[in-house]
């Protein structure tokens, strides 16, 4: 039996992943789980997973936690802090780490379960673009194990050749095909993205996700770092990746190689795939999902990205072959950018302006230890809050 642990699960894709587990009880025992302040639902998880150890990023939510399961007579070891986030990836019982927590906090808890050789399951995608580099580097040092939960990194895997390692070009891949729904606003009149609500860039057409990544997608930003997710986790150059919007979401992306095959993976919208796919593999087993009716699919479409209408995703493939910190730097500035649009401090539109205009303010240098790449986040966030107060 695999012990698992669910860093983020108290999200979108941890929920998900839960629902797996609970469908193979004989396969996978949930060992730790955390979240960051949503004392509520990790509580119910608590009851219905009985964990060994929790945590939570926020102190008095933790300690809060611990006083519920205390009371309810539950003996559960409850941590808190970054500290406690790490303990929980690096935990002895944990083989498997489902990476989960949204954004770059992400990054030094599950970088402690990759120094731990654990397999991780990775959602997270803001940890590699933040640094890629390193982070693949130190999958290999410590033997680790890095399967893609994104749904677009999952099915290129799944149409990978097994030694894909090796280099694309030694086994024929041409190009990887990136596919994107063009989110909520793909057809919206530009004039109008000015007055877009939270909501509105919320209401994702075909996933149903956190906060944050339904703006990304809005935007498309959540396409960019995805480009920049897999040139690290396929060692792929930044050209040999191209972005295809297909509004079904039906054919969750391609491999092309040089023979002129085309292999692409396709499935219902439904995290529970790609999840169960990485807990299993190489076998497969059940995830909840549907069969996929292609006569109520009907029709496949695709088109160009448009970089006017979605400048972020211009951003991105500028990051990612600027290289550097860069990356980080456009990371940051996103997240500061989100969550300022979120809270109604900025338009829709200002979102990859504030990014633009931090990337052009903070100097890209090649510094790629995780203190250098922390202090770019660090003043990447600083500028761009400047730029969101110029702003309103
Ligand atoms: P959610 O916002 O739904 O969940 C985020 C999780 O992270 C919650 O458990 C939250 O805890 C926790 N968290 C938030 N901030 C912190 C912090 N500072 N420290 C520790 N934990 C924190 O996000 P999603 O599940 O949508 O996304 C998670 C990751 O997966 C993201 O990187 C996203 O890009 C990626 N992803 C998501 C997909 C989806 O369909 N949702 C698809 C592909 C990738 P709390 O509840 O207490 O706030």
């Known amino acids: 039996m695999k012990g698992v642990a669910v860093l983020g699960s108290t999200g979108s ?43 939570m990023a926020d102190e008095a939510s933790a300690s809060a936690l611990a006083q519920r399961l205390k009371s309810k007579g539950l003996r559960i070891e ?11 990836a690096a935990h002895p019982d944990v083989d498997d780490v489902m990476a989960a927590i949204v954004g770059a906090a992400g990054l030094a808890p599950t970088l402690a ?72 606003f793909r057809t919206k009149p530009l004039a109008e993205l000015e007055s877009v609500t939270p909501e509105q860039a919320c209401a994702h057409p075909n996933w149903d996700m956190g906060r944050k990544i339904s703006v990304d997608s809005a935007s498309m930003m959540n396409k960019g770092l995805e480009v920049i997710e897999a040139r690290w986790l396929f060692d792929a150059k930044p050209d040999q990746i191209q972005v295809v919007v297909h509004p079904q979401s039906v054919i969750h992306s391609m491999v092309e190689y040089a023979d002129g095959s085309v292999l692409a993976q396709l499935g219902n919208p439904d995290m529970r795939t790609p999840i169960a796919h990485a807990l299993a593999w190489p076998e ?84 790629q230890s995780l203190e250098g790449l922390m ?14 107060a110029a702003r309103v």
């Open 284 to 367: 497969r087993h059940g995830s909840g999902v549907g069969s996929l009716n292609l006569f109520d699919v009907a029709r496949l479409d695709f088109e160009e990205p448009d970089t006017e209408r979605f400048p972020c995703l211009r951003l991105a493939y500028e990051a990612v072959t600027a290289g550097g910190v860069a990356p980080a730097v456009l990371n940051a500035a996103n997240e500061v950018a989100v969550e300022r649009f979120l809270d109604g401090s900025i338009s829709f539109p200002s979102i990859p302006r504030v990014i633009e205009q931090t990337l052009e303010k903070v100097t890209n240098g090649d510094e």
């Open 13 to 55: 894709i941890g929920v998900s992943t839960l629902d797996v587990l609970a469908r193979h009880p004989e396969r996978y025992r949930v060992v730790t789980l955390t979240a960051n302040t949503g004392v509520d639902k990790l509580y119910e998880q608590c009851l219905q997973f009985r964990p060994q150890y929790v945590a």
């Open 375 to 388: 202090a770019a986040d660090r003043e990447a966030r600083g500028v761009a809050e400047q730029q969101v």
């Open 78 to 88: 409850v941590d808190s802090g970054v500290a406690g986030l790490k303990s929980a």
């Open 113 to 184: 379960a990759v120094r731990k050789g654990k397999r991780i399951l990775l959602a997270n995608k803001e940890a590699l673009v933040v640094a890629g580099d390193l982070f693949m580097q130190e999958v290999t040092q410590h033997g680790a194990e890095v399967l893609p939960i994104d749904s677009e990194h999952n099915a290129v895997f799944q149409c990978m050749p097994e030694n894909f390692r090796d280099g694309l070009a030694r086994v024929g891949v041409e190009r990887i095909l990136l596919t994107a729904s063009g989110g909520p």
